[in-house]
């Protein structure tokens, strides 16, 4: 693969590098996402206008990949800004008089997920909270990760250097041969048999952005939890969990869901600023970790500044230390409380409402073959499918040209993808289900 353009696409699975969506020609569309420039205020006519409304969104596309990376809604651009000129104006004393204090962002954070404070640590992405998860993990030879084939490059390849450093084994086991037929049981039943006297950690993920198949973490949770019941304290399995793609979508706590850890990017159902996520878990774990980056903190950096060993690692020792990108990064507690004022029940429904009418949709056509379960059951927010005669990034090709942002699957299989969310409304979903079908060879 010599051109490094289609490298990048394949990488992205987003048309974002070609000429198709090139600077200038986002230019001359008059795009608004690449000029900054709020749209036109036009009189909202519903509920779901009104949260459209606070984007500074292009008008004039269906964003329907808009999960990859968040636009911010204007709380969130406003939070951005005010600590941006904060920061800009005397950074010295606006650092010092906030950076040890995250409190206003992790107790919106808290009510959202219906845990403690203390229980979060703040990370850059899911790829970052991932990786200090997978690698502070108190793994030792003889030990078993067992994952699924199902997860993101980024779950794999931490869990692949995690094992490697602490010469411990991973195994990957399929919980679905086709997406389309994921069932909940099926998906319990294969973990359940996969569990072995030697699995200490259970990585799953619980979206799946290469089909859109949900998992069913807490049913995992409970097979999880009587596998453990058998077990001495010291050779029990925790489950760790790649949320990104249920957390801004799903009605559901983080004790609900069932997991020991949860990792997830915030920047991208969830609209926070771009480069911010969480790592959560369960208080009685934390001490078990072994934290890679340097905590700014008082109690690590405290200690060390007293000569004395490091306190036991908590959620907050596990939040990266170093100078952040802070007016993001302090601006996040506004996407939290974005999604609470609109309601996480109506967020959930509203979703699952628009993926139904596009896999009805899709369903109804026949030159398109869907790989992600029709019932909510088994799915959430992502759509992915084959069109006859079409490659993936094809499909998103001819998309975009009409206006229509979808993406591809980054994964060995690739498929196309829609992701109907919370910026999109029927009247979108029926356009780009008439774009879809017009993909069909004539
Ligand atoms: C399932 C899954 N996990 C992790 C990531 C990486 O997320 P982040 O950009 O927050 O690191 C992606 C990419 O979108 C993903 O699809």
Known sequence: MADTQLERR???????????????????????????????????????????????????????????????????REAIERHRRALDNNPALYVEARFMDSRPVLEPAAEYFGVKAEELALTDSTTMGLAILYSGLPLAPGDEVLTTTHDHYVTHESLRLATLRAGASLRKVALYERGAEATPTGMTAAIEQAIAPQTRVVAITWVHSGTGVRTPVRAIADVVASANARRAPEQRILLCVDGVHGLGIEDVTLPELGCDFFAAGTHKWLFGPRGTGILWGKAEHWPRLRPIIPHFGEAAFGAWMKGQPPPPTTADMMTPGGFHSFEHRWALGEAFRFHLAIGKRKVQERIHELNRQ??????RMKHVQLHTPRGDEASSGIITFEVAGLKPEQIVHRLVEKKI??????????????????????????????????????
Not at 41 to 61: G, N
Not at 358 to 363: M, Q, S
């Open 10 to 76: 394949q990488f992205f699975g987003l048309l974002a590098s070609t000429a198709a969506l090139s600077t200038a020609a986002l230019g001359s569309m008059g795009c608004q996402a690449v000029s900054a420039q709020p749209p036109a205020a036009v009189p909202p006519a519903d509920e779901w206008d009104r949260v459209r409304a606070e984007f500074s969104l292009a008008p004039d596309y269906v964003h329907l990949a808009g999960f990859l990376l968040a636009s911010h809604p204007r709380p969130v």
């Open 358 to 363: 596009c896999k009805e949709g899709l369903a």
């Open 405 to 442: 942002v979808a993406s591809s699957t980054p994964y060995a299989t690739s498929y196309g993808r829609l992701a109907p969310g919370l910026l999109n409304n029927p009247a979108e979903i029926e356009r780009a289900l008439a774009e879809v079908q017009a993909l069909a060879k004539s």
